[in-house]
């Protein structure tokens, strides 16, 4: 399931324009395919870091929705990877993101 999340993260954004919306709102899930910059920017405690936090967060608590979730969540857990509510991230970026993530589980994005 990483893999897969993996290799659909890289195909959405090869698959944009650079200044697009949608690639502005993956920004925090960078964190998830390179572990080193999650755990540098977890140092920081950086906004990036935050904002993905609030997206695991907000994913756990939405679980039941987006059933193909529960087993990304543990796969993150996996990589003490785990969410955190620091609300700097607003609902319907969260909501966004997290069908994003969705469709990738869905295997949208593979190629």
Not at 80 to 90: D, F, L
Request: proline content about 2%; some cysteine; hydrophobic content about 35%.
């Amino acid at each position: 399931m990483y893999r897969i999340f993996c290799e659909s993260y890289k195909n959405f954004v090869n698959s944009l324009d650079e200044n697009s919306y949608r690639l502005k709102i993956a920004k925090p899930l960078e964190l998830v395919i390179d572990i080193n910059k999650y755990i540098e920017e977890e140092k920081k405690q950086s906004e990036v870091y935050k904002r993905l936090n609030d997206l695991i967060f907000y994913m756990q608590e939405n679980v039941y929705r987006f059933p193909r979730i529960k087993a990304f969540l543990w796969t993150l857990s996996s990589r003490n990877i785990k969410g955190k509510k620091y609300n700097v991230s607003n609902i319907e970026e969260l909501e966004e993101q997290t069908k994003l993530i969705n469709s990738f589980l869905k295997l949208a994005y593979w190629y």
